[in-house]
């Protein structure tokens, strides 16, 4: 298994839906994770971090982890076209270096 | 806070010269940064880790005599290409995070355009 796997999508919802973007981990991959968002041209931006079971929410956003089934998710309420971009998951490598791991990305359309 | 910035955000370089792009942390110290590369359409790739007072350690595949990477200062990581080729154009972004956390802050990106 890698050691960041994310469905690459793209993954298509209208305007007001959630959007749900998902992502599994191996044993590699540390207890910390991060959701980054890319739009475009651009550099990735950090938009949340997870490092405990259960739930995180940030306004629209909500992170999950569940850590006995190796699974993170980002859920996206009410979804604008202004988040269309491509969303990467990534945890703490091992070892106890400040190394990502990135998964592949998952790219996000919201249609108007 | 966590700002990251690089420098330039864009260059053309002729075949054979080589470029130099800067990664800077502006509020915080950052004694590991890590160099990447993109190419259009397509995933981050790590190219290597930038250690404050140490060697660079470099991805399987990545030439470290190509890639030559500095860091003078908790602020500062420089990622020189040598004797860059049309092959080496591509999306180089750079990412820091305060010592100690893995949370990592990338910068805008530098596009390199060998021609």
């Known amino acids: 298994q890698k050691e960041v796997e994310q469905n690459s999508g793209p993954l298509s919802v209208p305007e007001g839906a959630i959007a749900s973007l998902n992502c599994t981990y191996s044993?590699?991959?540390?207890?910390?994770f991060f959701w980054y968002r890319q739009y475009s041209g651009k550099s990735p931006e950090l938009i949340m971090s997870i490092y405990s079971n259960g739930d995180k929410e940030d306004g629209r956003f909500t992170a999950q982890l569940n850590k006995a089934s190796q699974y993170v998710s980002l859920l996206i309420r009410d979804s604008q076209p202004s988040d269309s971009a491509t969303y990467l998951c990534?945890?703490?490598?091992?070892?106890?270096?400040?190394?990502?791991?990135f998964g592949k990305g998952t790219k996000l359309t919201v249609n108007p | 806070g966590a700002v990251v910035s690089q420098h330039p955000s864009r260059v053309i370089c002729k075949s054979g010269t080589s470029v130099k792009i800067e990664c800077r942390s502006l509020d915080f110290q950052a004694t590991t940064m890590f160099w990447y590369r993109q190419f259009p359409k397509q995933s981050l790739m790590l190219m290597a880790t930038s250690n404050e007072g140490s060697k660079a350690t470099y991805e399987q595949g990545v030439e470290k005599d190509k890639f030559l990477i500095n860091h003078a200062s908790l602020t500062l990581s420089t990622l020189t290409v040598t004797s860059a080729h049309p092959e080496d154009s591509s999306f180089y972004i750079c990412?820091?995070?305060?010592?100690?956390?893995?949370?990592?802050?990338f910068g805008p990106g530098t596009r390199l355009l060998v021609l």
């Open positions: 990412s820091a995070g305060p010592t100690g956390r893995e949370t990592q802050y």
């Open positions: 990534a945890g703490g490598a091992q070892g106890g270096s400040e190394k990502l791991v």
């Open positions: 044993d590699r991959v540390s207890q910390s």
